[in-house]
């Protein structure tokens, strides 16, 4: 059974995220199961630092990507919004090209937070980084003018 409120494309998700920082990083969502959904990011210029390993900032970016996509994808979003109110990262070892893939599964999934989890990996499978975020679920202001 599906965690999503709505069925979206990853096509669709992508097309949000144009023109942003997930855009410029060349992050872009794969696959949207179940209850998870995976994204990619490039080891490149872009998100690489100066000795040519990636970033660790791009690897906190790509987590917070997929755990607020996430979070806002399981809720009525005509009612509320999800922001995020800490994230943590452990990295764990290094990547110097190809792409890291990021998924993210949430841990807690309540009326005024959610927590969740996101393993980055390189493209063997070897983990990258591991992260966690904390969303606060925020009811929408109702406009009564």
């Known amino acids: 059974m599906s965690i999503w409120f ?3 494309t990853p096509q669709e998700i ?3 995220f144009r023109e942003t920082m997930i855009s410029h990083l060349g992050i872009e969502i794969m696959e949207i199961g179940e209850d998870y959904l995976t994204a990619r990011m490039p080891v490149d210029r872009r998100t690489c630092q100066t000795m040519g390993i990636l970033h ?3 690897s906190v970016a790509l987590a ?3 755990g607020s996509c996430g979070a806002n994808l399981v809720i009525d979003r005509d009612e509320f ?3 995020g109110l800490e994230i943590n990262a452990n990295h764990i070892r290094s990547a110097s090209s190809g792409h ?3 998924t993210a599964r949430p841990l807690h999934l309540g009326k005024s937070t959610q927590v969740w989890e996101m393993l980055i990996r390189d493209e063997e499978g070897n983990l990258i ?3 966690r975020m904390t969303n606060a679920v925020l009811k929408k ?3 009564r003018g």
């Open 6 to 8: 709505r069925d979206h």
């Open 14 to 16: 992508n097309f949000i």
């Open 56 to 58: 660790g900032g791009a």
């Open 64 to 66: 917070e990507t997929l």
């Open 81 to 83: 919004a999800c922001v």
């Open 100 to 102: 890291v893939i990021g």
């Open 129 to 131: 980084c591991a992260s």
């Open 141 to 143: 202001e109702v406009n």
